[in-house]
């Protein structure tokens, strides 16, 4: 391949896009033929301005989509308890199919202990430890939205998984782990690097798919991408930077996501997709 | 390093013979304080010739070490449905403090369902959903009792793995992608191969710590180590072959597990220390 060659974007905004339709189909469809909606409710502690635009832009998707959302603020100073008894009563509620925890939820929350209070059926955001096992062993359930986005994302670009090189960048619990337990689930050779990784370019440079997942901007650079590579921006940093030196990493890259406009908008789409999944499987119907 | 270095054995029967005392030291604290002794309930489907000598190899050390055991055989023809009647019932009764479901169970047996049917805090071989995401998460938790005994070696020899490169090959549910995730909580950067890995030797080869949990005869060969790396072979094959082939590893490795004498002794060893461990949780009191 020439150096001067330019990688394809990979279009997360028109593939979440699509994605959203088919969710609004769907919610239309369970709702002509029950008579109710399918409802997402989101929880939010404290006021943190960027958490709170996260919430409304989930909020405002899932109206155009004809979900129903059900906005629970709780103040700042709500302890883990309390917390705990209000994910576990919409856990509880047959008017709420999926459940959504807007984190972080702040120092002073048990994160852990407050997201194994959202029923495994409504886990929608697929934060819970059930939902992290099934994505491991590959059984029924619903996936972290993100590492789900990633899945549809590389599908729908037709990227071959199986006997290939996938190196994840990050080991969160909800990005990191769970996406390369879905590439190993889809024959990937799966590698697990992060910050204490010693020689991060030279391991970089092996993958044929690169899933950077870490929240440290541009740490991945061109030069570490291995040419034809199809490379995943799951990084989000401040000032729309991504974890991949976008501008470098374009000249060697088949594929590439965008930041913004590759990963982000399929995370929503996942939720919404598995939103209405949700609300399929609780009021016993069957998706046409 | 020389090509006629010979690697050091990592001696898990002697290890395992002292974490068993210890065990049993704790097992009998528990009995005199409590006046009640730490109970492992097995359960065999059926009459596996293998499945038999290894539930009997474990209630036989059980009993040395002070650890009850109760042994519940149940039909060939036993369903899923009365498998998990029967876990179930074990996980409510208050004289059982860790429960083990020897497998395979047989072809019509949904294992995953009956290993779901145990609770978590008696799940003293660390198969459930649970026990592998509290490993995955660094939470409180039991561990699948083979990577608990790889880990148990790789301390005792005082392996670094922070920064270090493990590649682990085999994917299972309770041995490869478990272990992989513990090696991963060690600070390792951890790869995991498998069947469908394209080119095996060269990723083996950059490896510092190798756990080869796949269960094919010397699928690792010596040419395959990298000169001075650690190799643990969790592999058990007919024949007492592991996963590894030993003499031409040998030569290779710095440390290395033989077959026999490695990794299964241990096994057993954090089976009856979890089950301690179990028992003292459940009867509300400390070890010293």
């Known amino acids: 391949m020439s150096r001067t060659q330019t990688a394809q974007l990979m279009d997360g905004t028109s593939l979440a896009g699509r994605m959203i339709e088919e969710s609004a189909a769907h919610a239309a469809d369970i709702t002509r033929r029950t008579g109710t909606s399918p409802c997402l409710a989101t929880v939010l502690v404290g006021e943190d301005p960027a958490s709170v635009t996260y919430v409304r832009m989930k909020q405002a998707r899932c109206a155009k989509a004809g979900i129903k959302s059900r906005s629970i603020g709780l103040p700042a100073e709500t302890t883990t308890a309390e917390l705990i008894d209000v994910l576990a009563g919409l856990s509880d509620d047959p008017e709420v199919h999926g459940i959504l925890l807007q984190h972080p939820c702040g120092p002073h929350i048990d994160e852990r202990a407050a997201f194994e209070a959202i029923a495994p059926e409504k886990d929608v955001d697929g934060v819970t430890m059930q939902s992290f096992a099934a994505m491991s062993f590959g059984l029924p359930g619903f996936m972290s939205c993100t590492p789900g986005g990633i899945m549809r994302l590389l599908e729908a670009y037709d990227v071959e998984l199986d006997g290939k090189l996938a190196v994840v960048v990050g080991r ?97 789409a996942v939720l919404l997709a598995q939103t209405v999944e949700a609300a399929a499987n609780q009021l016993g119907i069957r998706q046409s």
């Open 172 to 268: 969160s619990a909800i990005l990191g782990k769970p996406v390369g337990m879905l590439l190993l689930a889809k024959n990937a050779t799966v590698t697990y690097c992060h910050s204490r990784t010693a020689d991060l370019s030279s391991i970089v440079q092996e993958a044929d798919v690169v899933v950077a997942a870490v929240g440290r901007p541009r740490l991945i650079r061109g030069e570490d991408i291995k040419p034809g590579a199809v490379v995943i921006d799951a990084g989000y940093n401040p000032g729309n930077t991504g974890d991949v030196d976008f501008d470098t990493a374009l000249t060697r890259a088949r594929l590439i996501t965008p930041v913004p406009g590759g990963v982000g908008p399929m995370t929503i």
